[in-house]
């Protein structure tokens, strides 16, 4: 039996990775100002085959940096803009009669593509939402009792407004499971936005993508070739322990009323390894998960009545457990 150490990716592997991940930031980042933690994130989603949702009040660039990042990596890209009145078949796809034909035909939904942008997730009622549990976990999804598959680059770039509530469905905690990274996104600082207007202030509207004048630098042989060899990223036992102490401390915590699944942990595991490829190393150390422990447990860990009272965030509670866990050395 071939040992995980035993296919490692080399060096050229390694390379072959971090040069395509530095063109995707070099070309999101000739029209995205800043935003670097958001571009490495959904860098680390897309290698480990994770899902993201982005919270930041309006006017952050959240669609936006969708629209560019799938753009600039060649990903089939859908949208669908979720409202209360959205129905499951508006995102899944519909089975119609033709006269012609005297048979059902499928019109596929938005939900078929390799990269779907949810925006602003939370506005559609809960039977909506969970449209999206079936594809989001086993990349199908099932209509009239036929399954269809997605594709193994299925992935969800989910948006909402954490200031807005009326009118909005929060997300079901089996919802938020699904997804590897819960990012926030904040005001970009002083000389960002300088940056911003004086880069995008000639327009009121978001331009096209072809307007934008950039490129593609990815293929999707690309992207399978770096994601088979960051599954051979070392994951040692000590490592493996650490993920596990930190998924289970969220639940040993009393100001935690509900702590984060097992699931959580393998994706974490998971995600730790394409965050190393990404700064050049075929291992995973304790920094590397550290690094995606806040993003990846924020919206799994359920805040108790009281710690709510008290005024507590999940977000420092978080930080709390993380510095708690102690990490291998």
Known sequence: MTNQTDIRPDDTALASIQNLADSIRSEVGKVIVGQTDTVDLMLTALLSRGHILLEGVPGTAKTFLAQVFAHVTKLDFGRIQFTPDLLPGDLLGTNLFSFQTNEFTLVKGPIFCDMLLADEINRTPPKTQSALLEAMQERQV???????????????????????????????????DRFLFKHILSYPNRDEEIRIVEQHGQRSGTPSMSDLGLKTVMTKAALKKARDAISGIHLNDEVTHYVVDLVR??????????????????????????????????????????????????????????????????DEVITAVIEQTQAPR
């Open 142 to 176: 099932t209509i009239d009792g036929k399954r269809f598959p997605l594709g193994d680059n299925f992935m969800v770039v989910a948006t909402q407004n954490p200031i807005e509530q009326q009118g909005t469905y929060p997300l079901p905690e089996a919802q938020l």
């Open 249 to 314: 401390g969220t639940r040993d915590n009393p100001l935690f009323e509900t702590g984060a699944s097992p699931r959580a942990a393998a994706m974490i595991a998971s995600s730790a390894r394409a965050f190393a490829a990404l700064q050049g190393r075929n291992y995973v150390i304790p920094d590397d998960v550290k690094s995606i422990a806040l993003p990846a447990l924020r919206h799994r860990a359920v805040l108790s009545p009281a710690a709510e009272i008290e005024g507590r965030t999940a």
